[in-house]
Structures are given as structure tokens and as C-alpha cells.
């Protein structure tokens, strides 16, 4: 028999605040639960605390489009995020948790001669990674997405696409709480409502955390503040290239299902897919203006709707149920920042742009061994804050979402 909501076991627990942890992680979004989650589980460090100064998932973890897919660019790229590709196929098994992943196939389309070419090339990178991804003709996009308008007499007419077939869409709150219910079952306390302030710095090294709560002493900390990453950065007296810009998206009434597949077109600055409720979810690029507004404006819903309806006139008697903004960290080279900083045990995994989200799991898994053993894993190597030192940048802007 079904118990009452009331009576619903709790997914996590709220804890007491400790004095000190071993390693404290500042973001409760996604990145910094399943940092959580592996540390606890791969690792064994269960001292964990997790900072959020709202609630778990309120910031871009709950605020993103939910898409995921590994077709990226540069070799670097292509590995990373085929790595969490294949976790978030096991992620509901591993957090006996229905995250609903629904691989139905990626289309990035191609409105002329310059993105033909660089579909190409991810093509050819996705393959030397072993990644599925292929160039497909107007034909093949009209049998795979019949309501696009293919015709040749448009504005910009869709002269191909790279088709991704593993990717596709997932539940985003799902994974946050999945993940959070999987820290917590390990052992590491979630706390919401708690601020940082402030982050102590003696002698090179970190030695705690101020919050609204108080302060807590710790060894470890993690940044994984997403839109917020050079605020908490700032308070390390760590400087990050990182420029915070906001990232619009908005949700339709629900109608019923007709979208088999995620569509991007990067001319058109959009991207469409529908959920399992039958919205259609559209997101742009970023505002063009660096801000931590997360308001919506009047200028985004008219742009998307004339854009959506260039793609898929049959829309036009759809109705937009509700708009939001989420924050973009926007590094130079369209590439996170992972790894250690010039201040002993003060670690970051930011840098998230307009891509976070999808890259979750392998975060997690990858900050947490680089927290466990104070070195990054080989498959975050190249994304360390010492490449713009270096000028080794790892240039993704071409595959990074839509146009910026
Ligand atoms: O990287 O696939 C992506 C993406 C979709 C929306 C924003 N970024």
C-alpha cells in the first residue's frame, strides 16, 4: 500500500553543521554532489560537507536544457565528455535512482559552407574517439525530423547536419537528486541555506571556510560554483578567466509527442527538444552582456520564436508556458577549468559555460580523484588553470553549443 507524502522517507537528511570536514565542496549543483558521491564512494572520504547557499540544484543544474552528448572538437573534448556520456548510461543502475536518459540522437545543423566543414572535422575527430557521430544530407534530417522545413527557399536553407545518435536528453533534477541522495547514503552531509563568505588562506594553503553558519575548518576545498566561480575564486585570492554571462531558455505547453531528436542550429542561435511531458524546452546562446541577472526578457522570447518558426513553421500556434536565465561562466577557449590552483587544497572545477551540465558525472568522478590524490587524472589534464599561462588552450568554441 502507498505510504502518504508525509510519511515519504526523506532522499537526504539534514545534518549539523561539524566544526571542520576534511574536504568541503562549494556548490550544491550536479558537479559538486557527484564530486561528492565519488569521493565517498571510489575513495572513501566520507568527511565530506557539500555548500549550497540556496537549495541543491538552483543554479545551473536545474536550470539547463538537459541535453548531453560527446561531440566535441578537439581530441581532449571528444574523450571528456564521451566519458560522462557513458556514466550518465549507467547512472540510474548506479543510483538505483530513474534518471531517464533518453538517447534519442543529437542534430547539429548546418547552414552553410563553414559549418559543413567543421561537422566534418568533429565528425572525424568524434570517430577517431570512437565516438558515433556522421555528416547527413537534407533527406535523412527530414526522415529523422519531418516537421523541419528542409526546402531550399528559406532564409538560411539547411544544406546538412552532424547527426550524433547517442545523444539526447535526461532528467536534470533527476540527477541532482540522485546524486544527492547517493552522497548522502555515503555518509557526506548536504547543507542548503549555507553561504560562503569568506575562504581562509594561511601560508599558502587553505585552512577553512567562512559561511553564513559560521566558520568550518577544512583542508580541501572545492569550488564548483558554476556562474559564481570567480566570486568564491576571488575570495582564495585566486584569479579566474572566467566572464559571467547569463543563458536564456524557455518551455512550451505540452502537446503530443512529434520531436524525436534534439535539433541545434547554431545560425539560428537555437535548440529544441521535447521532454517526456511533451514541452518543447528552446535555449539560446548567451546574452550578449556580462551579468549575474537570471531574469528573462521580452527580446529572447521574441528572437526564439522567430527562430523556432524559421525551423518548424508548424509551430506557429504554440504557446511559451514560462522563460528563465541561468549563468554561463564563459572561459577564453570555450573549455572548463579543473584541477589544483597556486593555493595548496584549493581546487576548481569551473569554467562551465554553456556546457555543464552534460559533463556532471565525469566531473565528479574526475575532481574526486584529484581531490583524493592532489593530482588530476590524465583525463582532465589538459583543462588545468596553468594552459592560459601557457597558451596550451583547448579550443572548443566550435562545438561548444550554438553561436556565441
Ligand atoms: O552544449 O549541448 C550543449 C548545450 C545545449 C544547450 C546549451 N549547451
Same mark, same amino acid.
Given at each position: 500500500?502507498?505510504?502518504?507524502? *508525509? ?6 537528511? *539534514? ?10 565542496? =562549494?556548490?550544491? +549543483? ?6 561528492? @558521491? ?10 565530506? #560537507?557539500?555548500? !549550497? ?13 538537459? =541535453? ?7 581530441? *581532449? ?35 552553410? !559552407? ?26 535523412? =534530417? ?45 555518509? %557526506? ?40 566561480? $570567480?566570486?568564491? $575564486? !576571488?575570495?582564495?585570492? /585566486? ?23 534534439? %535539433?541545434? $542550429? ?30 528573462? $526578457? ?6 526564439? #520564436?522567430?527562430? /523556432? ?29 579543473? &584541477?589544483?590552483?597556486?593555493? *595548496?587544497?584549493? @581546487? ?15 566531473? &565528479? ?6 581531490? #583524493?590524490? +592532489? ?18 588552450? %583547448?579550443?572548443?568554441?566550435? #562545438? ?5
Amino acid at each position: 500500500h502507498g505510504l502518504a507524502r *508525509e510519511e515519504w522517507p526523506r532522499a537526504w537528511h *539534514e545534518r549539523e553543521l561539524r566544526p571542520s570536514y576534511d574536504a568541503v565542496i =562549494i556548490g550544491g +549543483g550536479v558537479h559538486g554532489l557527484a564530486t561528492a @558521491y565519488y569521493l565517498a564512494r571510489d575513495h572513501g572520504m566520507r568527511d565530506v #560537507a557539500v555548500l !549550497d547557499r540556496a537549495y541543491i540544484g538552483s543554479g545551473g543544474s536545474g536550470r539547463n536544457t538537459a =541535453i548531453l552528448r560527446s561531440n566535441y572538437l578537439t581530441p *581532449e573534448g571528444v574523450r571528456f565528455y564521451d566519458r560522462s556520456v557513458k556514466l550518465y548510461e549507467h547512472l540510474a543502475a548506479d543510483l538505483n535512482f530513474n534518471v531517464m536518459f533518453s538517447q534519442r540522437g543529437h542534430l547539429t545543423l548546418a547552414h552553410n !559552407d563553414a559549418s559543413l566543414r567543421t561537422m566534418h572535422w568533429r565528425t572525424e575527430v568524434n570517430k577517431l574517439q570512437g565516438v558515433d557521430s556522421e555528416v547527413i544530407g537534407p533527406d535523412r =534530417i527530414k526522415e529523422l525530423v519531418p516537421y523541419l522545413d528542409t526546402s531550399e527557399d528559406t532564409r538560411y536553407p539547411i544544406l546538412g547536419a552532424l547527426y550524433h545518435p547517442p545523444g539526447g536528453i535526461v532528467r536534470h533534477d533527476a540527477v541532482v537528486w540522485g546524486y544527492a541522495r547517493g552522497a548522502d547514503a555515503h555518509g %557526506v552531509h548536504i547543507h542548503q541555506q549555507t553561504e560562503v563568505t569568506g575562504i581562509d588562506v594561511e601560508r599558502g594553503r587553505v585552512t577553512g571556510v567562512q559561511t553564513t553558519r559560521g566558520r568550518i575548518a577544512t583542508p580541501v576545498v572545492l569550488n564548483a560554483t558554476a556562474g559564481w566561480a $570567480s566570486l568564491i $575564486s !576571488d575570495m582564495a585570492g /585566486v584569479a579566474m578567466p572566467v566572464q559571467t554571462s547569463p543563458l536564456q531558455a524557455a518551455v512550451t505547453e505540452p502537446v503530443r509527442p512529434f520531436l524525436d531528436t534534439v %535539433v541545434v $542550429s547554431g545560425t539560428l542561435h537555437v535548440y529544441v527538444s521535447q521532454t517526456d511531458r511533451g514541452e518543447l524546452v528552446f535555449g539560446a546562446s548567451v546574452d550578449p552582456f556580462a551579468s549575474y541577472s537570471m531574469r528573462g $526578457s521580452l527580446e529572447f522570447s521574441e528572437g526564439i #520564436a522567430g527562430h /523556432v518558426l524559421e525551423l518548424m513553421p508548424a509551430l506557429h500556434r504554440m504557446r511559451l508556458l514560462r522563460q528563465w536565465a541561468g549563468l554561463c561562466d564563459m572561459t577564453p577557449d570555450y573549455s572548463p577549468i579543473m &584541477g589544483p590552483t597556486p593555493v *595548496e587544497g584549493f @581546487y576548481v572545477d569551473v569554467g562551465w559555460g554553456t556546457y555543464g551540465f552534460k559533463a556532471g558525472p565525469v566531473s &565528479g568522478e574526475a575532481m574526486a580523484a584529484c581531490l #583524493a590524490h +592532489g593530482k588530476p587524472p590524465e583525463i582532465i589534464a589538459a583543462f588545468g588553470l596553468d594552459r592560459f599561462g601557457d597558451g596550451r588552450l %583547448v579550443g572548443e568554441k566550435g #562545438a561548444a553549443a550554438v553561436g556565441h
